[in-house]
C-alpha cells in the first residue's frame, strides 16, 4: 500500500559533456601525436530506494486466528526523499607513435547530496531504525591508464599496461550523533573523516595485575575493560582508512608465434588494518576492543 507518492516520481537528471581533438587543429605542431583530445562532462543524477517510502506502508495478511489484520512494513517519513550527485569530469586521452603509446588522464569530482542513510528515532516509534535523506558525500580522484607496445618484430612481441587510481572521499553531513559503540562496532560516518575509517583506542600495555592499560584524552591511564562504557568520542584515535586510497595494476603480455605468456600485478596502499585484538572471554560473553601502540 502506498499512498501519495505522485510528488515523489519525478527526478531531474542531466548530463553534459564535450571533447577537442587537439592534435586535428592546424596550429598543432607535434607530429608524433596521432590524437590528443580533451574532455569533460557535467551532471545530475538521482537514486531512490524503492524498499522504503515516504508515506506509511503495509501489507495485508491474515493472524494465527483466521483474523484479516495489517502488517505496518515501513513508517510515513514525508522528509525521505530523492539522493542526487553531482558529478564532473575531465580528462585527457592521447596516442604517440602510431598509437604506439596510448593512454588517459582523468579527473572526476562527485558530489553526493541528501544520500540515503539509517537513522535512529526516537525509539517511542516502535521503529529501530529509518531511511532517511540523512547524509552528504564528497567523493574525487584521479584514474591513469597508459599502455605501450614495447616490442613488435617478426615473431615476438611484448607489450605493456599500467593502471593507477587514487580516490579521497569524506563525509561533509550526516544527521545523527553517533555513540561510542557506533565507532568502535560498524565504523559509521563522522563528519570529516572519510567512509570505512578506523578508529582505535591508544594502548598502554598491561599493568602489574595483567590487565590491559588504556590513555583518555584527558591524560588518565584506565583499565581497559571494564571502563569502556565511560570512554567518550574524544577518545578514540583516527588511525586511517581500511579501504586503500590508492591502487592499480600492471600487466605485460609476450607473445611467440601462437604462444602466449602474461603476468598480471595489483596493488593497493595508504590504508590501515587491525592487528587480532585483546580479547577476555567469560562464559559464552566476550568483550573485544580496538587498541594501537604509539
Not at 557535467?42 to 495489517?70: E, M, Q, W
Not at 586521452?93 to 539509517?118: M, P, V
Not at 595483567?210 to 591511564?221: A, F, H, L, S
Amino acid at each position: 500500500m502506498l499512498v501519495n507518492a505522485d510528488k515523489y516520481r519525478n527526478n531531474p537528471s542531466w548530463s553534459v559533456g564535450g571533447k577537442w581533438a587537439v592534435n586535428k587543429e592546424r596550429f598543432f605542431p607535434f607530429a608524433m601525436f596521432n590524437e590528443l583530445s580533451l574532455k569533460a562532462s557535467y551532471g545530475i543524477s538521482g537514486n531512490i530506494d524503492k524498499s522504503t517510502a515516504p508515506d506509511i506502508t503495509g501489507v495485508a495478511g491474515v493472524s494465527r486466528f483466521g483474523i484479516p489484520v495489517l502488517y505496518i512494513t515501513n513508517p510515513e517519513n514525508k522528509e525521505l526523499g530523492w539522493e542526487k550527485s553531482y558529478i564532473f569530469n575531465t580528462g585527457i586521452e592521447f596516442a604517440l607513435f602510431q598509437s604506439c603509446i596510448t593512454g588517459s588522464i582523468e579527473y572526476y569530482h562527485k558530489d553526493g547530496r541528501e544520500l540515503l542513510y539509517n537513522v535512529s528515532p526516537d525509539p517511542t516509534t516502535g521503529w529501530t531504525n529509518i531511511k532517511k535523506n540523512a547524509a552528504s558525500l564528497l567523493n574525487k580522484g584521479v584514474d591513469i591508464s597508459i599502455a605501450a607496445k614495447v616490442v613488435a618484430v617478426k615473431n615476438f612481441s611484448w607489450s605493456t599496461m599500467m593502471n593507477f587510481s587514487y580516490n579521497y572521499n569524506r563525509v561533509k553531513e550526516v544527521d545523527y550523533t553517533p555513540t561510542q559503540t557506533d565507532i568502535l562496532g560498524p565504523g559509521n560516518p563522522l563528519v570529516g573523516k572519510p567512509l570505512n575509517y578506523l578508529a582505535v583506542i591508544p594502548y598502554l600495555g598491561i599493568n602489574a595485575s595483567g590487565d590491559p592499560m588504556i590513555k583518555t584524552v584527558n591524560g588518565k591511564d584506565t583499565l581497559g575493560a571494564a571502563n569502556l562504557k565511560n570512554f567518550t568520542i574524544d577518545d578514540y584515535i583516527y588511525a586511517g582508512r581500511k579501504d586503500p586510497p590508492y591502487f592499480g595494476s600492471v600487466t605485460n603480455t609476450f607473445q611467440y608465434k601462437n604462444w602466449k605468456l602474461e603476468f598480471f600485478i595489483t596493488y593497493k596502499f595508504g590504508h590501515k588494518f587491525l592487528l587480532p585484538s585483546y580479547q577476555n572471554s567469560i562464559g559464552s560473553s566476550a568483550v573485544t576492543m580496538r587498541i594501537c601502540g604509539r
